[in-house]
Structure formats: C-alpha cells, structure tokens
C-alpha cells in the first residue's frame, strides 16, 4: 500500500535525481522509495535479502555462485552505456 509523502528538497539538488529518474524510466518516488528501503536494510542486512528471497522463492532458480551486486553492477553499467 502506497502512501503519499511530501518532502522539501533544495531544488539545486533535486534536478540530478530527476533527470536520473527519467534517464533510467523510474519515478523520483521510486528512486526515494528505493533508498529508504535500502537504507533501512543496511541497518538489518539479512532483512532486504529475505525480502527478495521470499518474492523469488519457485520462480527461478539461480546457480550457487551467483553474485546479486555484481550482476547488478554489470546490468546497471551496460544500461549506462
């Protein structure tokens, strides 16, 4: 469930974030949302993984080595180019 926020940013530091939004298709409450939740996880580490986990359980099956930064990393960097 959604639930409006406002918040007051200097505008000489909200036109990067927007433009990054748009440049990436996302929402600036997307990218906000987004930072929070990590954020809060960086608190409780195994907290966002489970979350993830739990989404993803019997969807898909990943190798034991596979690396979920590094292959956002990469993702996020050949999207960039």
């Not at 433009?19 to 996880?41: M, P, Q, W």
């Not at 580490?45 to 359980?57: G, V």
């Amino acid at each position: 469930m959604s639930k409006k926020l406002t918040l007051n940013v200097d505008e000489t530091i909200i036109e990067k974030p927007k433009a990054y939004a748009i440049k990436t298709g996302r929402s600036l409450s997307c990218l906000v949302e987004n930072f929070l939740r990590d954020l809060v996880a960086r608190e409780q580490p195994n907290s966002l993984i489970d979350e993830k986990i739990s989404r993803l359980s019997g969807k898909i099956k990943l190798p034991e080595n596979f690396n979920e930064e590094e292959t956002l990393r990469s993702f996020l960097e050949e999207k960039s180019i």
